[in-house]
């Protein structure tokens, strides 16, 4: 046949469209041209599909085959339209009719013997096919638990293209191969780190985790190392709710996207904790080609926990400040542009001085003041305005711990109970609204006739807002936390009580 046609899919951000691959043989030199826009891995599609065509058995068309991937406008990256095209030239080559391909969407990466390798990113690659009308995918082996995730699609996994080949109706004897093993999950996005109980001395701060995980607010933990500020961090998320819904399956796409394997919906929030030599890009997510999501993205619906926060490069932080507002990341590069989800819970951790020795019980720290200002300075005042609560963690005394350990210590699932039913209330108030938790209420709300405070109740937070040690966006954050503290109570609304603890919890001094 002169002509084929097929389908695969970009993928742009977390979504996609689906592209199709026509092939054609013309008249001239014989050879394999490759156009529509194909990034560096995609043209070297040519070597890897004429390497698989002729491993499998089957012989290249004897004429020129142009393969376009069209829309010829948007930009294509990856490896995961070999499939695609190799059934395009055996269709062209009569080994596969047409109409046996129909409206099949070809997923994977070609290996030179004609297996199928994995590829990241088909939960979403599935996902924006399936909103265009595809039903039918064809994907690696390895990759079939993945797609199949989506409702009322037919997937069939396969590990070879000559059993795709026999699939679709080509007369061969089929050979045995062993499939491609699935990608190894990410270690960095991981779920659950420990049990609330093994926190001991620490009571004030684990109220404190509490009520940052019931109301989603983010938090700044100061204190001399060993303190227990990464253990503390790394609990929050196991305090979140399972996800549901779209945040559950953004988190999996995510996860597909960034090349882990996904056999799952993931439902528990992940805890992302980036080492302080990141990148502004390996926060927020870019580079030179495809726009891969970046740390913010992958802790989406979790926990972004940046430890030793002043050592991170002050643009680093500061590109964290609009996500954190909206909840997005949109990135544009000359090339293009991708959109990811960043609703997160962030997280910093802080020595008070750059030896770490200041306020420490040991002691012995030689830093001056203007040296420890200048270090906590660092952490810009627009990031610290936009951090909820801040805490001071001090090292456990002999007294403390002995009383912990004879006490009965709040465990992960006990805190969770809490932290569901305070969410609870606050999706009972908020119904009918596109918000779910306290942290997520736009200020002015707090202004409206049935969300503002008795004069009474707020006149310490307005006195704070009048003498200037907080701004307005610093205001509705301590009215976002006294919600927070009044559904952990079972309260109503707020009242003087939960309006000046919220007041300490945000603190004013670093």
């Known amino acids: 046949m002169a002509t084929a046609r097929t389908a695969a899919v970009a993928v742009d951000g977390i979504a996609g469209r689906v592209v199709e691959i026509e092939a054609a043989l013309t008249n001239q030199t014989p050879g394999l041209k490759l156009v529509g826009l194909p990034d560096a891995a995609l043209r070297e599609a040519q070597a890897r599909v004429r390497s698989a065509v002729e491993h499998s058995g089957f012989a290249m068309p004897s004429r020129h085959l142009t393969v376009n991937l069209s829309p010829a406008a948007l930009p294509k990256y990856g490896s995961g339209f070999d499939v695609a095209i190799a059934v395009a030239v055996l269709i062209t080559t009569g080994v596969i009719a047409p109409e046996a391909v129909g409206d099949t969407v070809f997923l994977g ?23 265009e009308g595809r039903r039918r995918f064809v994907v690696p082996t390895a990759d079939e638990p993945e797609a199949a995730l989506v409702d009322r699609v037919e997937v069939a996994g396969v590990p070879s293209l000559r059993d795709l080949a026999i ?76 996800l549901d819904g779209d945040a559950a399956l953004d988190a999996t796409c995510i996860a597909s996207l960034t090349g882990g394997a996904v056999d799952r919906v993931r439902r528990r929030p992940p805890h992302v904790s980036p080492h302080h030599t990141a990148t502004p890009a390996a926060i927020v997510g870019g580079g030179s080609g495809r726009i891969v999501p970046g740390a913010v993205t992958r802790a989406s619906g979790g926990v972004l926990f940046l430890d030793e926060a ?3 490069a002050a643009a680093s932080l500061d590109a964290l400040r609009q996500p954190l507002e909206s909840g997005r990341i949109s990135i544009h590069r000359a090339s293009g542009h991708a959109d990811f989800p ?12 750059p030896c770490g020795r200041y306020e420490s019980a040991e002691g012995g720290c030689s830093c001056p003041s203007a040296v420890r200002r200048r270090y906590l300075a660092r952490l810009s005042g627009p990031l610290l305005d936009r951090i909820d609560i801040r805490l001071r963690v001090q090292h456990v005394t002999p007294a403390q711990l002995r009383l912990s350990e004879e006490a009965p210590r709040l465990t992960t699932a006990q805190a969770r ?28 709300c707090f202004r409206r006739p049935e969300w503002r405070l008795e004069p009474a109740h707020r006149s310490r937070l307005d006195a704070a807002l009048a003498r200037g040690s907080l701004s307005l966006r610093g205001h509705d954050r301590v009215l976002r936390l006294a919600w927070t503290l009044a559904d952990l109570a079972g309260l109503d609304r707020p009242g003087a009580l939960q309006v000046g603890a919220a007041l300490t919890l945000r603190g004013s001094d670093l």
Do not use: Y
């Open 109 to 131: 990466e070609l290996g030179l013997d004609g297996r199928l390798r994995p590829v990241p990113g088909v939960l979403p690659s599935v996902l924006a096919a399936v909103r």
């Open 167 to 242: 699939r679709f109706g080509a007369d061969l004897e089929p050979v045995d191969v062993a499939p491609v093993p699935a990608r190894a999950p990410r270690a960095d996005a991981v779920e659950e780190q420990g049990d609330l109980a093994q926190v001991v001395g620490n009571e004030h701060a684990v109220d404190v985790l509490v009520v940052a995980a019931a109301g989603g607010h983010h938090l700044l933990m100061i204190g001399p190392p060993g303190a227990g500020k990464t253990m503390l961090a790394a609990r929050l998320a196991g305090l979140l709710p399972d």
């Open 310 to 312: 002043p050592e991170f």
């Open 342 to 353: 960043a609703r997160v819970q962030l997280v910093l951790a802080a020595n008070p001085c």
């Open 417 to 444: 109970v809490r932290v569901q039913a305070a969410r609870d209330r606050a999706a009972a108030r908020l119904r009918g609204t596109p918000w779910r938790i306290n942290a997520e209420v736009p200020g002015d």
